[in-house]
């Protein structure tokens, strides 16, 4: 069905009529300001619709992320012949590290 331009002073006036054409009547209707589209007005099934499409956009968004992650993981471990980081060493290292600077700078 196409879709209808009303005036944003025409929706103060006549709001419960647009609500009832959107809602059993199908209709999509543009709220303008001065000409211009500022919002639109749907039914629920296409509101739904919508919902429904953002969270496959961020469900695909969030995979590709994944699938990323995954790719730049099977990168580092073949670069390090299998062998993963030992985040712990890591840690410990860096903390060593930090407790020596903090030493050198107070002058214990």
Do not use: C, F
């Amino acid at each position: 069905m196409a879709e209808t331009k009303v005036a944003i002073g025409q929706v103060k006036r006549d709001i419960s009529e647009l609500v009832n054409r959107v809602a059993y009547g199908g209709e999509k209707i543009v709220l303008t300001s001065r000409g211009r589209p500022k919002a639109a007005l749907v039914g629920m099934a296409d509101y739904k619709r919508l919902q429904r499409e953002q969270a496959n956009e961020r469900l695909a968004h969030w995979q590709a992320w994944i699938d990323e992650i995954a790719k730049l993981t099977a990168e580092i471990m073949a670069r390090r012949k299998g062998q993963p980081l030992d985040v712990d060493a890591l840690w410990q290292a860096a903390r060593a590290d930090l407790e020596t600077r903090d030493e050198h700078i107070l002058g214990h």
